[in-house]
């Protein structure tokens, strides 16, 4: 046979494939593996995309969960949501719930999510203190929160609003520690997250408290 050189649309059409993860999103492929990996994330889960933005990594999420499982994303922007909701009508899936949520409030139905994800979200909260009661609320037993973060980034415009952390971005300790002092333990660090040098991921769960009673107390 013939061998002829690679011609660049073919080239092109294989790395979009190489690079999308998924139909329908940009979600790129080694951080959606790192994710899905981190979650051990199956058909018939129930996860919240919080702050979604664009929609790509709700959409992302919706095609790993399947038909048997669903995805709530939500946003503050208006406008956001109305742009997620449209690709999701356009993608016919049925699986998507996108809801606005407020400074104060997930908006998550509770108890409705195996886990929760953030990416790059967690600094913009003008409340964290709110958004972590949200996310107690809305695990069920044995849920997880991952939060993927930033490093403060010198030279990012600051955040109007957000505690002040030093700038723009989160620091690994100051997450830890904001975290943990409302009651979610560390499960898994990963210092480094792809796609950034910068950024980088913990893993929580909440820590239940355990009943008197169950320790024999009265
Ligand atoms: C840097 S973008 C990240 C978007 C998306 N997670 C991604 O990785 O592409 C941060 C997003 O968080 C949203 N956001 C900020 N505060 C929020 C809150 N309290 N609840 C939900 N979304 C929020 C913003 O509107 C913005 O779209």
Redesign the pocket.
């Known amino acids: 046979m013939e061998n002829r050189p690679v011609r660049l649309p073919v080239l092109l059409v294989l790395i979009l494939a190489v690079n999308c993860a998924c139909a329908g999103t940009r979600a790129p492929s080694a951080e959606a593996g790192r994710l899905f990996e981190t979650l051990h994330m199956a058909e018939g889960m129930s996860v919240a ?6 929609g ?2 709700t959409l992302a999420l919706a095609e790993r969960v399947g038909p048997g499982g669903r995805v709530f994303a ?4 208006e406008d ?1 949501v109305v742009d997620i909701r449209d690709r999701v009508e356009r993608q016919e899936l049925d699986n998507v719930t996108v809801l606005l ?3 104060q ?3 998550l139905p509770d108890s409705c999510c195996d886990a929760i994800f ?4 967690y600094h ?4 964290p203190r709110a ?1 972590r009661d949200g996310f107690r609320r809305a695990l069920q037993p044995g849920g997880v929160v991952l939060v ?1 973060e930033i490093r403060i980034q010198p030279g990012w415009p600051e955040l109007e609003g957000v505690p002040d952390r030093g700038g723009h971005g989160i620091e690994p300790e100051d997450l830890l520690a904001e975290m943990s002092a409302d009651g979610f333990e560390l499960v898994e660090r990963y210092d480094s997250w792809p796609g950034d040098e910068d950024r980088y991921a913990m893993l929580f769960r909440p820590v239940t408290e355990v009943e008197p009673m169950a320790l024999g107390f009265f």
């Open positions: 995309d919080v702050g979604a933005g664009d790509d990594w939500t946003e503050v922007k956001l949520g407020d400074d409030s997930l908006g953030l990416r790059q979200v913009h909260f003008t409340d958004m993927v």
